[in-house]
């Protein structure tokens, strides 16, 4: 069974980091495109971050471009995501997703992590 757990999310003041860690098991997926997503209260699921299988490339939104980065770690098959310089407006349930064959759309998802930013 295929499973991705999110860890690291809760509570920060504006200005501080949090570290997101997102497990994969059941499969690996050293060889798939794995993001980051969130939603916050009262939107839509948007893209964070992605990372191309391998960790050859990165992509970012522009809301969170120079303060968050995303890796992987292949022997762990885990992804993280480093939160830095957080703002209320980061406040969202973060998700974790991965590529099915290296395809297009995300076929996997995790539960999600919430993450709150006070101000």
């Known amino acids: 069974q295929v499973q991705l757990v999110e860890s690291g999310g809760g509570l920060v003041q504006a200005g501080g980091s949090l570290r997101l860690s997102c497990a994969a098991s059941?499969?690996?997926?050293?060889?798939?495109?794995m993001g980051w997503f969130r939603q916050a209260p009262g939107k839509e699921r948007e893209f964070v971050a992605r990372?191309?299988?391998?960790?050859?490339?990165?992509y970012y939104a522009d809301s969170v471009k120079g303060r968050f980065t995303i890796s992987r770690d292949l022997a762990k098959n885990t992804v993280y995501l480093q939160m830095n310089s957080l703002k209320p407006e980061d406040t969202a349930v973060y998700y974790c997703?991965?590529?099915?064959?290296?395809?297009?759309?995300?076929?996997?998802w995790g539960q999600g992590t919430q993450v709150t930013v006070s101000s």
């Open positions: 990372i191309t299988r391998g960790g050859g490339r990165t």
């Open positions: 059941g499969r690996t997926f050293s060889s798939e495109t």
């Open positions: 997703a991965a590529t099915r064959n290296n395809g297009v759309s995300y076929a996997y």
